[in-house]
């Protein structure tokens, strides 16, 4: 069974390589299973570009085709697992995958398959009698046809995302159903089974609802080039620069993890699979010189989780956003979302350096990269990747057009770029590859991208259906509303226990779940209740949301986040996780910024809005030197002064009082003079080191106090 969210270890990569596995035309036989998946994927996103650029039918139906065809690949994928990663003859593969141990599995898998295809096929065949003319009415066949591709689509969840999200699908099922057992404000009459099978399948919602059809139209498109990324080596580009960063920072070994981690993992959709794929290589990188597992897993964890809200991409969350708030566009949220992505990313820099830098070895950066890449390939493998970027940036931000024209130009141009540029480098003699060897390998590395990118697409499409059909049967209870009730039943109209409480739902329903599914549940759950009881902006109320919502891979016990970079790492969980809440705490603070003061997220840049997120930035800071800083008084005043930068911190961040936040700054900032002053120890000299302009950046545990 495949797991989004991985924890084995992955083997170490040597010394002074650099760079991520990527598959090759010769890893496979020709007829095997892997070619059969490669065959189909181009199937699969000609189709995908084609609707893109045609919209030849209504996005409801598409979505019933996408989801079907998607889902189709996904049980190949499966598949190809249990025969041992389909590499073998194609027969010999299928009669492993059907072999003793996986027989009830391939089984099912195989059923699956034929409900899929029959399922989608008729609701395709038939949309408009079941959209339009049906609509709210079913025949018997169709509901019989509904149940079982119910029990499919809950199976093919469970093997996406194991248990925990299982027992969410579930429960919001077992909801719909005995509602009427339900405590208090949560009660109601209870959904009928034909009610229930109407709005997850024969409506053409639920499963096939607004969801389904956002990943068809958008974010399916934003894969593919993902996948094309990974496909071309981007993503290897992106490691070299992480380990050229560690020759001007102290902390730069670790640093790498925190930039490579965080780029792609902002792109993937997924923290915790961004965990096991990006920290497979950095996490044994920071062990083999000199960071504790228990740190190296932390770092990477984090890094992963500030990845999702790093824009223009934000984990996909920004599609959905754009598409959840009314009166907005794609680039509004982009904007919204700058000013707090750079307090994380910078506080997340400092507590790195803070909690890696005495652990490191001294490690010539020189030696982490075998191949030295020359200046002129480099600038031609910043203009390959670029290219497509700066087009994507202008078509959103000045054409602005939609999303997902703005993903097909994207797309059309990395492949464009990804397969010319090395062609025209042979052509004119600055590669050793001929021109035809140059083609085919590109070529190769453009099928290898579209498998990536439906291999990524699968599962996140699979929750998204999943999840929408949960929400639509919790809507259909009303429950959005008893939410809201109990919330301001509970926080007696005070809204900072109403944010505390709607934080712990967002933890909670977000456990388990990449960045797309935890944000939409809560943005249709929780936001509303913000939004409507309290009178917050929907900017504020929905990157509250977000931003809580994710913190579930980081919170214990389940901390799923967590619990991959310490597989890989070989860490102790608790351990690991005590870390990650150190280097992450501000990230815990950060969302009730948004709202006692909305205008950091507001999409605006103004005085007003610089100002609050320059308050935030060092309250934030604060919070990070008073956690991690090895100070070196006595036990008490470490103590004190760990509790006045943590608290002090907190009031910067997040008091509404203008006033207030400056007389806590001037706290802060008196505390760090005074530390200068007295030598015990010396910040500014950290902070110094932390940009390579100072060897000494943590003093030594027997450092004295005065001097």
């Known amino acids: 069974m495949s797991d989004a969210n991985p924890d084995v270890a992955a083997d170490p990569e040597p010394e002074s390589g650099v760079g991520f596995d990527r598959e090759e035309p010769w890893d496979a036989e020709i007829m095997s299973m892997r070619n059969v998946l490669i065959g189909l994927s181009v199937v699969f996103w000609a189709i995908v570009i084609y609707y893109s650029y045609a919209i030849p039918i209504p996005r409801a139906q598409y979505g019933v085709i996408f989801l079907g065809a998607i889902l189709e690949l996904y049980i190949l994928t499966e598949l190809m697992s249990m025969s041992g990663g389909g590499r073998e003859n194609l027969f010999a593969d299928l009669k492993r995958a059907y072999g003793p141990g996986n027989r009830l599995h391939a089984a099912l898998l195989s059923l699956s398959a034929i409900?899929?295809?029959?399922?989608?096929?008729?609701?395709?065949?038939?949309?408009?009698?079941?959209?339009?003319?049906?609509?709210?009415?079913?025949?018997?066949?169709?509901?019989?046809?509904?149940?079982?591709?119910?029990?499919?689509?809950?199976?093919?969840?469970?093997?996406?995302?194991?248990?925990?999200?299982?027992?969410?699908?579930?429960?919001?099922?077992?909801?719909?159903?005995?509602?009427?057992?339900?405590p208090g404000p949560l009660q109601h009459g209870g959904l009928g089974v034909e009610r229930i099978l109407r709005t997850v399948v024969i409506s053409v919602d639920g499963f096939f609802g607004f969801l389904t059809q956002l990943v068809a139209a958008w974010i399916a498109l934003f894969l593919l080039y993902a996948g094309f990324l990974k496909g071309y080596g981007a993503f290897d580009l992106i490691m070299r620069l992480a380990f050229r960063s560690a020759k001007y920072i102290d902390s730069g070994i670790a640093q790498t993890a925190v930039l490579s981690s965080a780029v792609i993992g902002s792109v993937n959709g997924s923290q915790t699979a961004n965990a096991g794929m990006t920290g497979s290589f950095t996490i044994p990188l920071m062990k083999r010189n000199g960071v504790k597992p228990e740190t190296a897993g932390a770092i990477e964890a984090v890094a992963s989780t500030a990845?999702?809200?790093?824009?223009?991409?934000?984990?996909?969350?920004?599609?959905?956003?754009a598409s959840l708030i009314t009166g907005v566009t794609y680039v509004d949220v982009i904007i919204a979302g700058l000013i707090p992505a750079a307090i994380l990313c910078v506080t997340i820099f400092v507590a790195v350096h803070y909690v890696a830098a005495p652990q490191l070895d001294?490690?010539?950066?020189?030696?982490?990269?075998?191949?030295?890449?020359?200046?002129?390939?480099?600038?031609?493998?910043?203009?390959?990747?670029?290219?497509?970027?700066?087009?994507?940036?202008?078509?959103l931000g000045v054409e602005q057009v939609t999303v997902g024209t703005a993903a097909l130009w994207t797309t059309t141009a990395m492949l464009v770029t990804g397969i010319m540029f090395p062609v025209v480098e042979s052509l004119i003699g600055s590669s050793d590859e001929t021109a035809t060897e140059s083609l085919k390998r590109t070529l190769w590395e453009t099928l290898d991208g579209a498998r990536e990118g439906v291999v990524v697409l699968a599962p996140v499409t699979i929750i998204l259906a999943a999840i929408n059909g949960v929400v639509d049967i919790l809507t259909a209870t009303g429950v959005p509303t008893a939410i809201s009730l109990t919330l301001l039943d509970l926080s007696g109209g005070v809204l900072l226990v109403a944010a505390i409480l709607s934080m712990i739902i967002c933890i909670i329903l977000g456990l388990g779940m990449p960045t797309t599914a935890s944000y939409t549940i809560v943005a249709l759950l929780v936001a509303p209740t913000l939004i409507s009881q309290f009178f917050l902006p929907e900017f504020a109320s929905h990157f509250f949301v977000f931003y809580a919502a994710i913190l579930a891979g980081l919170t214990p016990p389940i901390a799923t986040c967590v619990a991959v970079a310490c597989g890989i790492a070989g860490a102790n969980f608790w351990k690991s996780c005590i870390e990650a809440i150190k280097i992450s705490a501000p990230l815990f603070i950060l969302p009730f910024v948004f709202i006692y003061h909305p205008e950091v997220v507001s999409a605006e840049f103004n005085a007003q809005s610089l100002t609050s997120g320059t308050f935030a930035l060092i309250g934030a800071i604060a919070i990070i030197h008073g956690i991690n800083y090895r100070f070196v008084f006595g036990r008490a005043v470490t103590a004190g002064a760990r509790l006045l930068f943590f608290a002090t911190g907190i009031v910067a961040m997040v008091h509404p009082s203008r006033i207030v936040q400056v007389g806590a700054l001037a706290v802060v900032i008196a505390m760090y003079v005074l530390q200068t002053v007295t030598g015990r120890p010396k910040p500014i000299a950290v902070l110094k080191g932390a940009f390579g302009t100072s060897g000494d950046s943590v003093p030594q545990t027997g450092e004295a106090g005065g001097k």
Request: glycine content about 8%; aromatic content about 16%; charged content about 10%.
């Open 115 to 182: 409900d899929v295809a029959i399922t989608t096929s008729y609701i395709a065949w038939n949309f408009q009698a079941l959209y339009v003319d049906r609509a709210g009415r079913a025949l018997p066949h169709e509901y019989v046809m509904a149940a079982v591709f119910s029990l499919v689509m809950i199976y093919l969840t469970w093997r996406s995302f194991g248990t925990t999200f299982l027992a969410v699908v579930v429960a919001g099922f077992g909801y719909g159903y005995f509602g009427m057992y339900a």
């Open 307 to 321: 990845g999702q809200v790093l824009p223009p991409v934000m984990g996909a969350g920004a599609f959905i956003m």
């Open 362 to 395: 001294n490690t010539n950066p020189d030696n982490l990269i075998q191949n030295a890449m020359p200046r002129s390939e480099f600038l031609s493998e910043s203009l390959k990747y670029g290219i497509p970027l700066a087009i994507l940036i202008y078509k």
